[in-house]
């Protein structure tokens, strides 16, 4: 497994991002965005990347926080138990829009094309990583063949470029999964995700997964369920291999 730290250049300065390939295989090759959650680049994404990457994809994990500079490390068990670290969290989050991420989203494409990813491609994204997996598969359809979110949140919100308000975009699939016990994505918010994407006929399957608490899937979350975990891996690694490895037309 080999790792590569680089650095992407965009309007707003510049992306630290990880890199991963398994350095098998030949050809054209399929690329996975990973967009991180809300405690940054580290080991617990890196290792979630490297399982992603064994399968054979070139794995792009860029920080979405670049434009704050030095910012961590954060702890993602302890950081929200800290009011100073928990305000600088949720300033970052604030102000790290879709708008924003749509058009560094542009580079990362370019970047994994750059790498070798000249196939299709597919999105993760968890915690508030989840909405930017999806509107990638919005903004660039052409590109994005698979989008999915784990415990992510405000999915279905009052922001106007919010998921669900994304859906007629959409022509790949997309795959949610949500934790039973989640302020971020409540019952409500699921209703009106899955009314808008029947509704724009998007082929997209919205799975609760039971007793799972926001962050189970990530390994150095307080809250980190193995069981659940190895659920989401085999959901994911199921739907990057049928649309990622499948023929596709032209």
């Not at 990583?129 to 415990?151: C, E, L, Q, T």
């Not at 308000?165 to 302020?183: C, E």
């Not at 659920?231 to 023929?247: G, K, N, S, V």
Request: aromatic share 10%; proline share 5%; with cysteine.
């Amino acid at each position: 497994m080999a790792k590569q730290d680089i650095t992407i250049k965009t309007a707003d300065g510049t992306v630290p991002a990880g890199l991963f390939r398994s350095g098998s295989g030949s050809g054209t090759k399929a690329g996975v965005i990973l967009y991180m959650d809300a405690f940054g680049l580290r080991p617990a994404l890196d290792g979630m990347a490297e399982r992603i990457a064994k399968a054979g994809y070139v794995v792009l994990v860029p920080d979405l926080f670049y434009r704050f500079g030095d910012y961590g490390p954060l702890d993602a068990k302890t950081a929200f138990s800290h009011p100073d670290t928990k305000e600088k969290i949720m300033g970052m989050l604030t102000e790290t829009t879709q708008a924003k991420v749509k058009e560094d989203t542009r580079h990362y494409l370019e970047t994994l094309a750059e790498n070798g990813a000249t196939g299709p491609i597919g999105t993760v994204g968890y915690c508030m990583g989840g909405k930017f997996a999806i509107g990638a598969a919005a903004y660039y359809p052409d590109k994005v063949v698979a989008a999915a979110s784990f415990h992510g949140g405000g999915l279905a919100n009052d922001d106007p470029d919010a998921p669900h308000r994304l859906a007629d975009k959409i022509r790949g699939r997309v795959y949610v999964g949500a934790a039973s016990v989640d302020r971020s994505f409540p019952p409500e918010q699921s209703t009106k995700f899955a009314d808008a994407f029947r509704l724009a006929e998007v082929d997209f399957t919205l799975e609760n997964y039971k007793g799972m608490q926001h962050g189970w899937t990530v390994p150095d979350h307080g809250v980190y369920d193995e069981g659940g975990a190895e659920r989401h891996w085999q959901r994911l690694m199921t739907l990057f291999a049928e649309t990622l490895d499948a023929p596709r037309a032209g």
